[in-house]
């Protein structure tokens, strides 16, 4: 199980296991590779951008051939004509994609239509007018595209500036996308406020991706200061529009003379038809010509990848080394045997109320009393999940005791009263958290301690 502090609200709305999504690169993100990343525990998405139904068709079918876990299907509107994106957008719902992917700039008449159809949506974005534009859309999740990402930028300031900014508004979960490639990054993302990642860069460098090796090889031999923005990449793409790439001979200006005629000529072929000199198309599988004069797509966060390996090593990595970031900061925060025992406390105080509840409901029939214990009864049980599992996290063993709370409760034979007695309970425990949730540092404890407190303050009882 992984740690708790990855299991993020996101996690729970897109149906993955650790909330970590493949971006939707256009041409790389294909079935095999959503696919892998789903079954790993992440969030898959394929890249259809401009892409004809019939391959949308066929990739959905062959990624559900391959697994069973939600993804979503990534389309640039703003880059696709107007009839095809139409097509495309009728055969996603037709096919009943769970989810979709927008990015570019917002459009709230697709996005409804969207919601309207029972979609989930996603919206990238680079900037906060354009957040705030798709939350009065509808969106379900935010992308806070930074200018650190790779392949087409549409914001000016950084993951670490925009993430931050966008959870401010609070409406709907955020997710890093930009300079991420490990699982450090993942954690800074989340200590920003993010619940989630999307790699594009990190994904690209696997063997599922459906990127060309040379694309791969290059990316995972580059450092974060070599990649570049530049705007010379123009065919097949309606508006100037800034892309990060690795530098190569178009970059240099040594088809300046080309560029400045809109002479485009064909350098290469790949997926049965020819590729553009300028073309936003990156070499893919089996492309054949002069690879190194297309665009080769690369985030910075480039400079933490250093091999090529299998999707699912690359996300259980990144897990892993998340962890282990937690753990240290878990080591640099309260004391660790004073934090057990205030939380084994705790837990013996949740024990018993539990108990209460179950012995008291064996004691009356009225059906609303009862109603109202059982309700009680879940939230205490609730509680003592989260406790049990934090301390195990903290590498103890929680305690099977009841606090002296049952005894006294059960001491009280009447059950208004002793109902009071409970909600006195209640509030005893909830002022106990939020006494010490401001000085516990760990993010991931926070958290589940946030939740015990919401409980109980939702709790009738108190």
Known sequence: MPHPALHTPLVDLLGCRVPIICAGMGGVARHELAAVVGNAGGFGCLGMVREPVELIRREVQAYRALSENPFAVNLIPAATPGDLLAEQVAACLDLQVPAMALFWDVQPELIRRLKDAGVLVLQQVGRRSDAEAAIRAGVDVLIAQGVEAGGHVWGDVSTLALVPELVALGEVPVVACGGIGNGNALVAAL????????????????????????????????????????????????????????????????????????????????????????????????????????????????????????????????VEEAEACLARLQGAADSE?????????????????????VDSAAQ???????????????????????????????????????????????????????????ARGQRWVARRLSERLPHIRQAWLRQELKEVLRLHRDDPGS
């Open 364 to 422: 009356t029939e009225d059906p609303q009393l009862l109603d109202r214990l059982h309700v009680l009864h879940r939230g205490e049980a609730e509680s003592c999940r989260r406790l049990r599992r934090s301390i195990e996290y903290l590498g103890a063993e929680p305690c099977r005791e009841l606090g002296a709370f049952h005894a006294r409760a059960m001491a009280i034979d009447d059950l208004a009263e002793r109902l009071q007695f409970i």
């Open 191 to 318: 200590a920003l406020g993010a619940q989630g990642v999307a790699c594009g860069s990190a994904f690209l460098a696997t063997t599922e991706s459906y990127a060309h090796d040379y694309h791969k090889q290059r990316l995972v031999e580059a450092g974060a200061e070599q990649t570049l923005l530049t705007t010379a990449f123009f065919r097949n793409w309606p508006m100037p529009a800034p892309v990060r790439v690795l530098p190569n001979a178009v970059t240099r200006g040594e088809y300046a003379d080309l560029h400045a005629r809109g002479d485009t000529p064909v350098i290469g072929e790949q997926d049965g038809g020819p590729i553009h000199l300028f073309s936003t198309d990156s070499p893919l599988r089996g492309a054949q010509g002069r690879l190194e004069d297309m665009p080769i797509y690369a985030g910075q966060s480039c400079a933490q990848l250093r091999d090529i390996r299998p999707a699912a090593e690359r996300l259980a990595r990144m």
């Open 337 to 357: 045997a004073d934090l057990v025992d205030w939380l084994q406390e705790l837990l013996r105080a949740e024990r018993a109320g539990a108990r209460v509840m």
